[in-house]
């Protein structure tokens, strides 16, 4: 059994940065994309970003959050990192990790943030 396990989150001022992590309970090698969604109060969950573990870590960014957050990761913890910054009061959401392998794919069990002044 896959878990996700996400961290990072909180209340930060518009302008300000966080950085989420999520750690997989095996290999991050044995998933093919790992990646964040969000979703916000009465929204529907969207893409924040995927990372490709197995072609030179390509990743791909939702509009919204394009040249702000990027996405790494940190192979010898079998992490997945999100930076974020500059963040706006839209950024608020819960941010769920999301991982892909060949078998189907998981999720974490999301973490809050909140941006706020």
């Known amino acids: 059994q896959v878990h996700l396990v996400e961290s990072g989150g909180g209340l930060v001022q518009p302008g300000g940065s966080l950085r989420l992590s999520c750690a997989a309970s095996r290999t991050i090698f044995s998933f093919h994309t790992m990646g964040w969604y969000r979703q916000a109060p009465g929204k529907e969950r969207e893409l924040v970003a995927l990372?490709?573990?197995?072609?030179?870590?390509?990743?791909n960014y939702g509009d919204s959050v394009k040249g702000r957050f990027t996405i790494s990761t940190d192979n010898a913890q079998n992490t997945v990192l999100l930076q974020m910054n500059n963040l706006k009061p839209d950024d608020t959401a819960v941010y769920y990790c999301?991982?892909?392998?060949?078998?189907?794919?998981?999720w974490g069990q999301g973490t809050q943030v909140t941006v706020s002044s």
């Open positions: 990372i490709s573990t197995t072609t030179g870590g390509s990743a």
């Open positions: 999301r991982a892909f392998d060949y078998a189907g794919h998981y």
